[in-house]
């Protein structure tokens, strides 16, 4: 494997601190549904069911409030959206030990809406850090840190609220995620390159020519077909990945081997993030629905291995395609949008991720109901495959009109999607 491409691109200013503010920014992120869940559980004496619904208060408020934040960085500046945001994260988890169960509900729900977009800012930044043509293998180590994040951030979580208390616990993950939004603040990382683009000069035109246009009346010129595919593609990737976790607990319980579920995970982590870093460093473009597809048919077979054992192994091949199909479809929104509107579209793509996961798990724990853990492997997998298949056909049918829109631009060999059609150009 040619490591060639990711040593260039953490020489390139910016990429490497970016990458380990985001590490860290991202744990406290990525372990506040534990440390709310264990709260809900131990502190407040609730059920699961109830630590569900209010982790899933928060991924309503997420999902619905991450296109508005998005909106907010491009028209206002990163700091600038900030402060409001910033602002919530030291409230919320500043009352949150004081709050019951019910008050604690509704403020997730809100809090969901204002919370820093951690996530998305790091995708932002990332792609006008980075060059068209080295974006794969950056988006790819996005997606590899992503991978860390979830196998460290449980894990502390779990330490804090069992060995002090949930309380604790909270009191940590909120001076982390506002020591996160302050760190954002005071960076203020470029979320705009310096010289507006042709696309976008083009466009502020026409909303000069049209300023009732937009959603209000016609489509966005932003919003392509090609964009809708790779959004679509995001969804059923995150149905898969989704439901995969859900599936893998089913099918260990039904072993009687829940214990060997941090084998699996880990496993599973491992060979994502090997996938990652054989993936950025390709010198050809793939595209993210073929990836999908990929990923569908290697999910299916998993629920039928003999044992836990081999179903740790089993996953290793759908684990090859994760952070691969991630990043592809990050590197693929970011090349086909304008910087004049990619926080907003970044929030969309958030969003997509929220209802890939939010489809994903019911569907696979309906299916392990029915059929037994085996199902809800199999219902992801042929979901994922089914949507992938149908991204295939879409990008076959306006690939013609994205080659032409490409034609003289071999300065972008790295495009993960070459389609384009009558939309703004690439960024």
Do not use: K
Request: proline residues 7%; glycine residues 12%; charged residues 10%.
């Amino acid at each position: 494997m040619d490591v060639q491409p990711y040593v260039d691109l953490l020489r390139r200013p910016g990429v490497a601190r970016l990458l380990v503010v985001g590490i860290f920014a991202r744990i406290p992120r990525a372990a506040m549904g534990v440390v709310l869940t264990l709260h809900v559980v131990l502190g407040l004496d609730h059920g699961y069911g109830a630590a569900g619904l209010l982790v899933a208060a928060f991924t309503v408020g997420s999902a619905l409030g991450a296109p508005w934040r998005g909106r907010a960085v491009d028209r206002l500046g990163l700091r600038r959206a900030l402060v409001p945001s910033i602002a919530t994260e030291a409230a919320f988890w500043g009352a949150a030990p004081f709050l019951g169960y019910e008050a604690l509900l509704a403020a997730s729900l809100v809090y969901g809406v204002l919370a820093v977009p951690t996530f998305g800012i790091v995708r932002q930044v990332l792609g006008v850090l980075v060059p068209p043509d080295r974006r794969r293998p950056a988006f790819a180590l996005d997606s590899m840190s992503v991978e860390v994040t979830f196998m460290v951030a449980p894990a502390l979580a779990v330490l804090v609220a069992t060995q002090a208390s949930t309380v604790t616990a909270l009191v940590v993950c909120g001076v982390a995620n506002v020591a996160s939004g302050l760190t954002f603040y005071l960076m203020n990382p470029p979320t705009r390159g310096g010289e507006p683009e042709a696309a976008d000069a083009a466009e502020d035109a026409a909303a000069e020519a049209a300023p009732a246009a937009g959603w209000g009346g016609r489509r966005p010129a932003w919003l392509t077909t090609p964009l809708l595919i790779v959004l679509a593609t995001t969804v059923g990737a995150l149905a898969v990945l989704g439901g995969s976790d859900v599936s893998v607990v089913a099918s260990l319980r039904e072993d009687g081997a829940v214990g060997l579920a941090s084998l699996v995970f880990l496993l599973w982590s491992v060979s994502s993030i090997a996938g990652g870093l054989v993936f950025g460093a390709m010198r050809r473009p793939v595209s993210p629905a073929l990836i999908l597809v990929g990923l569908g048919l290697a999910t299916v077979p998993i629920g039928f291995a003999p044992g836990p054992y081999w179903l740790a192994l089993a996953i290793v091949p759908a684990g090859v395609l994760c952070a691969p199909v991630l990043s592809a479809t990050a590197a693929t929104v970011t090349a086909l949008t304008p910087e004049r509107v990619r926080g907003e579209v970044m929030g969309w793509y958030g969003s997509a991720m929220t209802a890939g996961l939010s489809l994903g798990a019911p569907l696979a724990g309906w299916a392990a109901d029915l059929l037994g853990g085996w199902g809800g492997f199999a219902a992801v997998g042929v979901l994922g495959t089914a949507v992938g298949a149908v991204a295939l056909a879409a990008e076959a049918r306006t690939r013609p009109a994205g080659e032409e829109a490409l034609a003289g631009r071999p300065d972008e060999p790295e495009l993960p999607l070459a389609t384009g059609g009558a939309g703004p150009g690439h960024a």
